[in-house]
T-cell receptor, first 114, second 115 residues
Framework: DQQVKQNSPSLSVQEGRISILNCDYT??????FLWYKKYPAEGPTFLIS?????DKNEDGRFTVFLNKSAKHLSLHIVPSQPGDSAVYFC?????????????FGKGTLLTVNP | KAGVTQTPRYLIKTRGQQVTLSCSPI?????VSWYQQTPGQGLQFLFE???????NKGNFPGRFSGRQFSNSRSEMNVSTLELGDSALYLC??????????????FGAGTRLSVL
């Protein structure tokens, strides 16, 4: 069963506009949620995270929103830049014995057009 | 500061062989995790080590094993390779202060092809 889902395999936006990437999860025991960005031939790069006790976290152009009741989170990139074109992974981390692993979604390919 | 280093970057093996992949974490990071990435299954957790102890293991057969050395470097081994083991194997490390948030820093991976 897929505990973290990214239902949009791809997203295309214009430079300067907002990019919104979505992620749903099923496991209510997840404590932290993270977003990673991956370029071809490179490993995933950590972008931003949010604790389950918060509903928003901001870092520069990147903002993550968490809706616990809906088990949904989203990453907003404003403004989008061509260099943001990459695969974005949503990941979740549990507590206790499962705290030491990340459960990933399958990723969304973002293309920012100049 | 050097990032997570994985060697080799590419590897070609045949069915039935075994393979060892190596990972050097970021200096000062003591937690090392391994993940397998395939087009069908995405990124899947293999195992995690801290101070030479395996703390968590994913749902992979016993052919997949790992270990961590006293300098935090880690190796993973896959025995009796199968075609389905072809994948990108990623290593990630974490520092003590970020363990609770599980922020992990990834290497570029080892691309394993099994023929």
């Amino acid at each position: 069963d897929q505990q973290v889902k990214q239902n949009s395999p791809s997203l295309s936006v214009q430079e300067g506009r907002i990019s919104i990437l979505n992620c749903d999860y099923t496991n209510s025991m997840f404590d932290y949620f993270l977003w990673y960005k991956k370029y071809p031939a490179e490993g995933p790069t950590f972008l931003i995270s949010i604790s389950s006790i918060k509903d928003k976290n901001e870092d520069g152009r990147f903002t993550v929103f968490l809706n616990k009741s809906a088990k949904h989170l989203s990453l907003h990139i404003v403004p989008s830049q061509p260099g943001d074109s990459a695969v974005y992974f949503c990941a979740a981390s549990g507590s206790g014995g499962s705290n030491y692993k990340l459960t990933f979604g399958k990723g969304t390919l973002l293309t920012v057009n100049p | 500061k050097a990032g997570v280093t994985q060697t080799p970057r590419y590897l070609i093996k045949t069915r039935g062989q075994q393979v060892t992949l190596s990972c050097s974490p970021i200096s000062g990071h003591r937690s090392v995790s391994w993940y397998q990435q395939t087009p069908g299954q995405g990124l899947q957790f293999l195992f995690e080590y801290f101070s030479e102890t395996q703390r968590n293991k994913g749902n992979f057969p016993g052919r997949f094993s790992g270990r961590q050395f006293s300098n935090s470097r880690s190796e993973m081994n896959v025995s009796t390779l199968e075609l389905g083991d072809s994948a990108l194997y990623l290593c990630a490390s974490s520092k003590r202060q970020e363990l609770a948030k599980n922020i992990q820093y990834f290497g570029a991976g080892t691309r394993l092809s099994v023929l």
